[in-house]
């Protein structure tokens, strides 16, 4: 990835990016007697509720390990995520954890998309992360709603927290590392959702840092595998780590900003040091990038999925395949 040129504002946010270089965010520490994470079938369409039935004993047994040692905050927070009804793909409960929750049936959805969270998220905000709506979980059951009401054929919602999100103030929000990581992470998500229902058409919702993870999976498809994306939306993206939406095998780029959504303010440039990559590159919303603009409203960096809202609507009629309705920005 070549570095853009970049002037003052860009050098004082390279400095910045230097220094927090320095700062590392600490992960949580594991809950002492976590139970490690379940052994699980293989992601088939008859495995579906096998799967889910044993990562709701492991919420369960995690929640008992928080008890037992007070931490009141875990066991909260996991006590929710095992609550009746829900569904998880995958859970873990090391660290920060990870869990990837399940909306719908998957094997009979003509319409699945996937949300993949920005920087923050861990099992502790997956349900709050400030607000409700601004959590992956949150966003991911306004999102179900909103595409019921909007889809012509059944659909499914899988939240993903399935790679190791950064910390916002951490060296790791500004490097693309993580995404590179998490992207091979999603590109096994979707080769499983092709196990359970090939007939599927799925498409990749993105926030903040999740695109960039979207971008590294999208990027490393060759186009028989990205063929089988429907499409891809970002929203309240600092890049995806490509240049254009042209290096992305293809599949239909949509991208939305927010009015008062602060990442309006992050350069966009794509430099190599300390041994990795520092920021995301060409911004998605720029005419230049190729992507196409949909309607993100007046809202901020975490109101793109609150309910009733516009972009929320539009992020929906994306994943519907209604994509001749969606209002342009």
Not at 29 to 36: C, D, E, K
Not at 48 to 54: G, I, W
Not at 240 to 265: F, K, N, T, Y
Not at 277 to 294: E, H, I, N, R
Request: glycine fraction near 14%; proline fraction near 5%; charge should be positive.
């Amino acid at each position: 990835m070549r570095a853009r040129k970049w002037g003052r504002r860009g050098l004082l946010v390279a400095v910045a990016a230097t220094i927090v270089l320095s700062v590392s965010a600490a992960a949580r520490s594991a809950v002492p007697g976590t139970p490690a994470p379940p052994r699980l079938p293989a992601v088939k369409a008859g495995t579906l509720d096998a799967r889910y039935a044993v990562n709701r004993a492991a919420i369960a047994a995690s929640e008992r390990a928080a008890h037992r040692i007070g931490d009141r905050d875990r066991e909260r927070h996991l006590r929710e995520l095992g609550a009746p009804g829900r569904n998880f793909l995958s859970f873990g409960a090391e660290g920060d954890g990870q869990a990837v929750e399940v909306l719908g049936d998957l094997a009979t959805a003509g319409r699945i998309a996937v949300l993949i969270p920005g920087s923050d998220t861990t099992i502790d905000t997956f349900d709050y992360l400030g607000s409700r709506r601004a959590s992956l979980g949150g966003g991911a059951r306004a999102l179900h709603d909103e595409l019921r009401r909007v889809s012509r054929t059944p659909v499914a919602v899988v939240a993903w927290y399935g790679y190791r999100a950064p910390r916002t103030m951490s060296r790791d929000v500004v490097s693309t590392a993580r995404a590179t990581e998490g992207g091979g992470r999603l590109q096994r998500l979707l080769e499983e959702l092709r196990s359970v229902n090939p007939a599927a058409r799925v498409t990749l919702l993105c926030h903040s840092y999740g695109s960039a993870v979207c971008g590294s999976a999208v990027g490393g498809m060759d186009r028989a595998a990205a063929s089988s994306l429907a499409g891809l939306a970002v929203f309240g993206s600092p890049g995806m780590g490509v240049e254009s939406a042209a290096e992305l095998p293809g599949v239909p780029v949509w991208a939305g900003r927010g009015a008062r959504d602060w990442i309006a303010g992050a350069p966009h440039i794509s430099l190599s040091a300390f041994g990795g990559t520092l920021g995301f590159g060409a911004d998605p919303v720029s005419a230049s990038f190729g992507a196409k603009p949909f309607a993100a409203g007046s809202g901020g960096h975490s109101d793109y999925l609150a309910p009733g809202s516009l972009p929320l609507h539009n992020l929906a009629l994306i994943a519907a395949g209604r994509t001749s309705e969606v209002s342009r920005g």
